[in-house]
């Protein structure tokens, strides 16, 4: 019987038998990096949006508070499609989003790039 299972190979025989590794279920990198590079390039349309459509005075809020609920939304949006609880994944990814634009405004007032 191991003759017959290791016929095509031993190491893809242990990897399908006893890993339960498919060819056909592998990570595909090429189509993971196009989904990453349109997923980023849809995320930064709508604070560019926000950026572009709110008056000076009101241009860095507006675009935190789209950000912001943009965030949420996405938060909300992922695990239901997973199935997963939604209260828990929306806060974490509101709350770290609200983080990183928080550090990365500190890094640009710490070089002098903040207005």
Same mark, same amino acid.
């Given at each position: 019987?191991? #003759?017959?299972?290791?016929?095509? =190979? ?5 990897? +399908? #038998?006893?890993? =339960?590794? #498919?060819?056909?279920?592998? *990570? ?12 980023? !390039? *849809? ?7 926000? %950026?572009? *459509? ?5 241009? @860095?809020? /507006? !675009? %935190?508070? %789209? !950000? ?7 938060? #909300?949006? /992922? ?7 939604? +209260?828990?994944?929306? @806060? +974490? ?8 634009? *928080?550090? !990365?405004?500190?890094? /640009?007032?710490l070089i002098g790039t903040v207005a």
């Amino acid at each position: 019987m191991a #003759d017959a299972l290791s016929r095509k =190979g031993a190491l893809a025989a242990h990897a +399908r #038998d006893e890993l =339960g590794l #498919d060819e056909r279920r592998l *990570a595909r990198p090429f189509q993971a990096a196009w989904t990453a590079a349109l997923s980023f !390039t *849809a995320g930064a349309a709508l604070p560019l949006v926000a %950026v572009a *459509a709110f008056p000076q005075p009101l241009r @860095i809020g /507006g !675009t %935190v508070a %789209v !950000t912001l609920i943009a965030l949420g939304w996405l938060g #909300d949006l /992922g695990p239901r499609l997973g199935g997963a609880p939604k +209260r828990h994944a929306s @806060i +974490r990814i509101v709350v770290w989003g609200a983080f990183a634009m *928080a550090f !990365t405004a500190g890094i /640009g007032v710490l070089i002098g790039t903040v207005a």
